[in-house]
């Protein structure tokens, strides 16, 4: 393990003053293990598929996308030759995976049955996050950036129908984070982490039409959005060991209020019906608000995970919460599952 990782993990041991730990606001009803996964520090993001109760995930440290069965509790199948998988969408009409693979620059497309490789879609190297319009039927792909070797940043454009890209979205900002989608307004927020700022893309124009600075959180890596009230909930890595959630209102892009979390906090959910924010963070929580009135919210308690078991799923039609553990020192690769009542 390296001494980043031992560092991270004698944090995670410190507790936050403020916060009680034993109340659990989920409760854990499954561990499923991936056992061919070797030692890493990072597992990326998921998807689901409801008919089958399926789950995809993204391995980093085994370079493939897993699927795993929830009703048998298993691994599937390994689906491997990936650069470095992150994100995945599953289009349930054509039984699709579509995986974007930020070490050769593609957002890679399979067959969800045989899980054979049915096309590669070029972008830039990096290409990271996704979202996904239901309006349109588009997929918004980031790639690009610094680490790319660009001066600028993209949104790749992939029409999932024809499974091609069809345009590009140029960002000036050396990399980009999380992503959410306004179907309603037609429009897409980005994070600029670099920046501490918030792109607002018009999808009709394919354009920048705003830049929002952070002031009361910095880092920003994630996101959830409730679109019924014009709030953005925005997660930002202050440090490694605290981060915030900045209220922000979509209408004019002034930032409402800080709420505290723990440090690297990867994937954040809005859950509209109870009025909760999720936010799953590195350092083995995932916190979690409950919307009192307005733009008020109290923290109901913290849910136990693991090390760096920062990216998770929320899937409201099954009341479950996953967050996936990386393989790091006894600690072996899993997808934790919680219960939400």
């Given amino acids: 393990m390296k001494r980043g990782v031992y560092f991270l993990f004698f944090l995670s041991l410190v507790p936050l003053a403020g916060h009680a730990f034993a109340q659990q606001p989920m409760a854990l009803v499954q561990s499923i293990d991936m056992p061919e996964v070797p030692s890493g520090p990072y597992a990326d993001h998921m998807a689901i598929d409801l008919r089958n109760q399926r789950l ?3 391995p980093q440290a085994n370079k493939s996308v897993d699927v795993l069965d929830l009703k048998a509790g298993k691994v599937l199948h390994t689906i491997t030759g990936f650069g470095n998988p992150h994100a995945i969408f599953y289009d349930e009409k054509r039984n699709q995976l579509f995986v974007t693979d930020g070490g050769v620059g593609a957002v890679k497309v399979f067959d969800a049955t045989t899980y054979k490789e049915m096309k590669s879609i070029k972008v830039e190297l990096d290409a990271d996050g996704i979202g996904y319009d239901p309006r349109s039927g588009y997929l918004y792909v980031s790639n690009g950036g610094e680490a790319a070797g660009k001066k600028y940043s993209l949104i790749s454009i992939i029409d ?9 979205i140029q960002i000036d900002a050396d990399g980009l984070e999380a992503m959410a989608i306004d179907s ?13 700022a918030i792109a607002v893309v018009d999808l009709a124009k394919r354009h920048v039409v705003a830049t929002w600075p952070l002031t009361k959180g910095k880092n920003n890596m994630a996101f959830a959005l409730d679109a019924t009230r014009h709030r953005l909930y925005v997660g930002c890595r202050d440090t490694d060991v605290r981060g915030s959630i900045v209220i922000v209102d979509t209408d004019t892009g002034r930032e409402l209020d800080r709420l505290p979390i723990g440090g ?3 994937s954040m959910f809005y859950d509209g019906q109870r009025g909760l924010i ?9 916190y979690t608000y409950q919307r009192v009135s307005g733009d008020t919210f109290k923290e109901v308690g913290l849910t136990d995970t693991a090390v760096m078991a920062k990216t998770a799923l929320y899937v409201p039609e099954l009341h479950r919460f996953f967050v996936a553990v990386p393989h790091l020192g006894d600690t072996l690769a899993k997808i934790l599952v919680f219960k939400v009542d």
């Fill in 160 to 168: 999932i129908a024809k499974a091609e890209k069809i345009g590009d």
């Fill in 56 to 58: 995809f995930t993204t």
């Fill in 264 to 266: 690297w906090v990867d």
């Fill in 184 to 196: 309603d307004q037609g429009r897409l927020y980005i994070n600029l982490p670099d920046q501490s």
């Fill in 278 to 286: 999720y936010a799953s963070c590195g350092v083995g929580e995932v």
